[in-house]
């Protein structure tokens, strides 16, 4: 399942970040982010529509693949689990949530941007890192010299990612995908664009195929 899960991250390229104000916008942005090409999703736990809106995406649109994000919190992590989330996502390295997530089966993707913190990840066996936040961390140069210690450590940028800097990112050996909100805004979800955000996310699954030369869809 965890190897499932990052094969489809890795074939998604870039992941949308979503904070959802409203539970009932979840499955009209899943199914524009599947009809767009990116059929995968973070929803993060900085509102409390999070839960509810994973348990009506995986009932409703079971082809997105769909992670908790922003999970600080052991009541959060276990609304996560409950409500089906697939992988769980968080700003920094939190070594009991870690447990508890593998534990439960689920792939645990943490924040981290110095030595130290991939370290301690790898401490207990994690290998699949979030790099946060990635621009304001110092952006490629940052990971690329973060990198070259870590052979068996793979990324997931996130942080001020944008379709300008994808390629740069995704072109790292050690980047698997990126994460961003840029795709699923707050203030198009509000105002009902799901057509815009398939839009986007269209335009970004075609970057995505255009800089890995098309081998990936
Ligand atoms: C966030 O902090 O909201 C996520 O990490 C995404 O960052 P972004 O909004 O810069 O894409």
């Known amino acids: 399942m965890?190897?499932?899960?990052?094969?489809?991250?890795?074939?998604?390229g870039l992941v949308p970040v979503v904070?959802?104000?409203n539970a009932a916008d979840a499955v009209p942005l899943a199914s524009a982010l599947l009809r767009g090409g990116l059929p995968a999703a973070e929803i993060t736990f900085r509102t409390s529509a999070a839960a509810r809106?994973?348990?009506?995406?995986?009932?409703?649109?079971?082809?997105?693949?769909?992670?908790?994000?922003?999970?600080?919190?052991k009541d959060a992590l276990r609304d996560a689990l409950s409500a089906g989330a697939q992988f769980?996502?968080?700003?920094?390295f939190n070594p009991s949530?870690?447990?508890?997530?593998?534990?439960a089966g689920v792939p645990y993707i943490p924040g981290v941007?110095?030595?130290?913190?991939?370290?301690a990840a790898m401490a207990i066996g994690l290998c699949t890192l979030k790099f946060f936040p990635a621009e304001a961390a110092g952006g490629v140069k940052m990971l690329k010299a973060l990198s070259a210690p870590y052979r068996t450590v793979r990324f997931m940028p996130t942080g001020g990612i944008t379709p300008d800097n994808l390629r740069a990112y995704l072109a790292l050996p050690s980047v698997f995908c990126c994460g961003g909100s840029f795709v699923a805004?707050?203030?198009?979800i509000a105002a009902g664009d799901f057509d815009?955000?398939?839009?986007?996310?269209?335009?970004?699954a075609a970057l995505v195929r255009s800089i890995r030369g098309g081998d990936h869809v």
């Open 53 to 73: 809106a994973i348990a009506l995406i995986r009932e409703r649109e079971p082809e997105v693949l769909t992670g908790a994000g922003t999970v600080l919190t």
């Open 185 to 188: 805004e707050g203030r198009r």
């Open 19 to 21: 904070t959802l104000e």
């Open 97 to 103: 949530l870690a447990e508890e997530t593998l534990a």
């Open 113 to 119: 941007m110095t030595p130290t913190e991939i370290e």
């Open 196 to 204: 815009g955000i398939a839009d986007t996310a269209r335009d970004t």
């Open 88 to 92: 769980v996502v968080a700003p920094g």
């Open 2 to 12: 965890m190897k499932n899960c990052f094969a489809e991250l890795e074939k998604t």
